[in-house]
């Protein structure tokens, strides 16, 4: 089976498709809050993002997109982190040591669901061959996934270590891809092709000064809804059609979230509790075959967790001090991540291109009808 392994370079990010706009181009603006300067998760200083997209033949769509908090070593430099589970019905490999420990030791990985072990221990390897990992004996991969057989030929597992290499090793920060690439090239959301979204927030100077950023993986049902505006009816593709169309909403969406605020795993627990607000209102039922999972990290050294030593001398250890916002401070927060993740959402639809596996075709969402309806609507209200 031959393989084609796509990097997307700097320079085809946003407008791979010519006719696809992420939201803001097409005038929809969740929130109040601005975003950074990229209006990516790559806003907040030191996350960096790389997509390897793998696809053979029309059989094959699928990828792996890797999430870097930090160009250190993680395992030795590690961060806090929480997971927050919407609907259980998925595969995050690494989550129950995130919860039980609150902190994060590798770059976390999305791909397509029958991979996420071969990805897991292609990172492992990835790691373990670095400087200084001699001496390691366990280490926590963290890869989730979304099912992407409709359009990928998934019992074939196609991830390899080249591709989890490919993801890791172009990892930059910057403007990130979407729609359809990495992990997700063969997604569907609301029926239409979905993908990778991301968006950002930078909270005033007033509220702190804080970044938030979000990056999905969205591949799940529902009735789309566009700011509150019914486009999934009017485009006359919605769970449960009729009361007896198969289509019941069933997918799922993995939702990323980091930030340079310095809060403790609670508070990112917190957090990421607040994106699944974000996945609601665009639609989503989180139906019983869903697996909605959120994590989120911290980035800030204020509560970086420096947990093993390179230096055995220093292994004695056994304290630290942080510094963290105390919880009156994290409602703009949690203000940003709902509105950072709505709109990552959107992202992931409407920078998404179609895809045909064997004849089946899974279209991008039509945004010249998308911008019709949001008009009518708008001027309705008038």
């Known amino acids: 089976m031959r393989l084609s392994i796509i990097v997307l ?18 005038g929809v603006v969740p929130g109040i809050f601005a975003p950074g300067p990229d209006n990516a998760i790559t806003d907040v200083a030191g996350v960096k993002v790389g997509h390897a997209t793998v696809i053979s033949g029309d059989s094959i769509h699928t990828g792996v997109t890797a999430i870097v908090p930090h160009s250190g070593n993680l ?12 609907n259980a019905f998925g595969k995050l490999v690494g989550a129950a040591q995130i919860q039980e420990l609150g902190e994060l030791e590798t770059p976390i990985l999305l791909t397509c669901t029958l991979c996420v072990w071969r990805a897991a221990d292609a990172l492992v390897a990835e790691l373990l ?40 090793a172009t990892a930059a920060s ?8 990495g992990a997700g090239t063969g997604t569907t959301a609301f029926e239409w092709k979905g993908g990778i979204g991301t968006s950002s927030r930078k909270l005033p100077a007033s509220l702190g000064g804080w970044t938030v950023g979000v990056l999905v993986q969205s591949n799940f049902g529902g009735v789309l809804q566009v700011l509150g505006v019914p486009v999934g009816r009017e485009l006359g593709k919605y769970a449960f059609k009729d009361a007896v169309d198969r289509e019941r909403g069933d997918g799922s969406c993995m939702i990323v979230v980091a930030t340079d605020a ?20 665009t639609g989503s039922d989180m139906s019983n075959g869903s697996g909605d999972f959120v994590l989120a990290f911290s980035t800030s050294p204020l509560v970086r967790r420096t947990a093993l030593s390179r230096s055995p001398a220093d292994d004695h250890r056994v304290t630290r001090t942080t510094a963290e916002l105390i919880n009156d401070d994290l409602s703009p927060l949690f203000e940003g991540v709902v509105e950072a993740t709505e709109e990552a959402i959107y992202n992931s639809l409407f920078m998404a291109t179609s895809v045909t596996q064997h004849g089946h075709t899974v279209h991008a969402i039509p945004l010249d009808k998308v911008r019709e309806i949001l008009g009518r609507y708008n001027t309705a209200k008038r």
């Open 174 to 181: 910057g403007p990130v891809a979407e729609g359809t690439v």
């Open 9 to 26: 370079a700097a320079a085809v990010l946003a407008h791979s498709a010519a006719a696809q706009q992420r939201a803001r181009e097409l």
């Open 75 to 86: 395992f030795f430099d590690r961060v806090p982190a929480a997971v927050h589970v919407g």
């Open 262 to 281: 310095p809060l403790s795993d609670r508070n990112l627990g917190r957090l990421a509790a607040r994106a699944i607000v974000g996945l609601g209102r």
């Open 129 to 168: 061959a670095k400087p200084g990992m001699e001496r390691v004996g366990s280490i926590n991969p963290v890869v989730g996934e979304t099912n992407d057989g409709g359009l990928n030929a998934i019992r074939n597992r196609p991830i390899t270590p080249d591709v989890v290499h490919t993801a890791l």
